[in-house]
């Protein structure tokens, strides 16, 4: 794995890296030789993040980050690029979900959702992508979405159209920024154990739901790191415009 997926040479930026997928995903990176910026709005985790990241021989350097600020994402890239140069790997990351049945959702939650999983994605995605083409590198665009993007699933009519948007727009992007060397792929995960879904999970009706699973299990962490680093890396220097399912074949069950 340590050469499939070489990350030397790549300068990454993950957003949501303060929890969660974001903070594995700049650790994967960063472990294989990648300069990692590391961006969120909780930035005292980010700081922690970036010493464990040096504590163990790696580069990375953190950013504050709110993807609905536009400007923010500006900075970000600005900072970015002085510290280590063009970015060339985006892992957009950073997401929110409100679960609620469809008639319970209001305007400010369906706004907040769209704002951060699919508007924050096209900011950050348009940033990265215009910087990189502006000094023609190829690079890699990994989007986060979701199997609640390719399947329905109860009291997740908000979250769902954010991530089937996302898996969308990361086929417009390919198909545009291919001649451009940019890849584009979203990552689409069933259920795994982090601050966004811990709560849910701890309840009867969470054990109820992961018995049903057919794996009859979440997934973990580092059953994500080869499909990520596959988009991530050359490793999958023609893999673009896909939506990667990793998810032990729960979105072919009951969802
Ligand atoms: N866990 C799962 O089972 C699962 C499955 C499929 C997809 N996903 C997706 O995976 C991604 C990561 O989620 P997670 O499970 O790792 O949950 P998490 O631990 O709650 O992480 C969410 C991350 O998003 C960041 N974030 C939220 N709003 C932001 C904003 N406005 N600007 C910048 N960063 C923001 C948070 O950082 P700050 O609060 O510090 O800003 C946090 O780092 C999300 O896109 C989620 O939809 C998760």
């Not at 300068?11 to 903070?23: E, K, L, W």
């Not at 990241?53 to 500006?74: C, P, Y």
């Amino acid at each position: 794995m340590q050469t499939e997926f070489d990350m030397r040479g790549k300068v990454a930026m993950v957003t949501g890296a303060s929890s969660g997928f974001g903070m594995y995903f700049a650790q994967l990176m960063a472990a294989r030789g990648a300069q990692v910026v590391v961006a969120a709005r909780r930035v005292e985790r980010l700081e922690q993040l970036v010493e464990e990241i040096t504590a163990a021989g790696g580069e990375a350097f953190a950013v504050a980050l709110d993807v609905t600020d536009s400007g923010a994402v500006t900075r970000a890239f600005d900072v970015a690029e002085k510290q280590f140069g063009t970015v060339t790997v985006v892992s957009n990351n950073a997401g929110v979900a409100d679960p609620k049945l469809a008639h319970k959702v209001d305007e400010a939650s369906w706004d907040r959702v769209m704002n951060t999983n699919l508007k924050g994605a096209w900011r950050v995605a348009m940033e990265g992508g215009r910087r990189m083409m502006a000094v023609g590198v190829p690079g890699s665009i990994v989007n986060t979405a979701s199997i609640l993007g390719q399947r329905a699933s109860i009291s997740q009519s908000s979250y769902g159209a954010s991530k089937a948007a996302v898996i969308h727009l990361t086929r417009s992007l390919a198909l545009e920024w291919a001649r451009k060397n940019i890849r584009v792929n979203a990552l689409c995960p069933g259920y795994f154990p982090t601050e966004m879904n811990e709560g849910y999970f701890a309840t009867p009706a969470g054990s109820a739901y992961i018995e049903a699973m057919p794996a009859q299990r979440m997934g973990c962490l580092e059953e994500l790191a080869a499909p990520f680093l596959l988009l991530a890396s050359d490793a999958g220097s023609y893999v673009n415009g896909i939506a990667l399912t990793v998810d032990g074949a729960h979105s072919l069950g009951h969802m």
